[in-house]
Each structure stands twice: as structure tokens, then as C-alpha cells.
């Protein structure tokens, strides 16, 4: 079976999310807790910055290493406003905003 996507700007279109919606759905709930374990990262990067001995936290490795410990089951739920960074899980009309 060939699922074929109608792209909007590189946006989920309104079609092709209702069509989908469970697995659109589920690849947005990923992405939300993406962006929550990402932000985290800033947030102790920011607190903790380098140490008097000169070693500093990297934010790409330190979010590696704790996005591999989540789980689907430690997943939350998006909260009903959220709109994705990335383009691509937008649906057709989403305006994001940081």
C-alpha cells in the first residue's frame, strides 16, 4: 500500500491529516515530547553552562543521551494549542510561534 501525501509547504494537509488522523496524531505526540526533552536540555545547559575545570555540557549529546532513556509510555499528551516546530508535522493553517 502507497500512502500517498498532498504537501502544503512541506504542512500536513487538512485532507490528508483527517484521512490519518491516528498517525498524524502519534508522529506530532513524538515530536511534542521531542521539543520537551530538547528544551529541558537548554534549560540545564543554561543553569549548569561550563565548569570552573573547563568541561561543558553539549546539548546535542546531552539530549541524545535522554531522549534514548524516554519511552512511549513516558510520552505526555500534547497540550491543545502546541504547534510543532518542525514544518512538516504543521498542520495546513498551524502558525507557530516561539
Do not use: H
Amino acid at each position: 500500500m502507497k500512502l500517498q501525501m498532498n504537501l502544503n509547504n512541506n504542512m500536513i494537509s487538512k485532507e490528508d491529516y483527517i484521512a490519518d488522523k491516528p498517525y498524524w496524531d502519534y508522529q506530532r505526540k513524538i515530536e511534542f515530547n521531542r521539543e520537551k526533552v530538547r528544551k529541558g536540555c537548554t534549560k540545564i545547559i543554561d543553569y549548569f553552562g561550563e565548569t570552573e575545570d573547563g568541561f561543558s555540557l553539549e546539548e546535542g549529546a546531552l539530549f541524545e543521551k535522554l531522549w534514548n532513556e524516554v519511552t512511549p509510555e513516558d510520552y505526555d499528551e500534547p497540550d491543545a494549542d502546541w504547534v510543532p516546530a518542525r514544518k512538516e508535522l504543521r498542520i495546513e493553517g498551524e502558525i507557530y510561534t516561539e
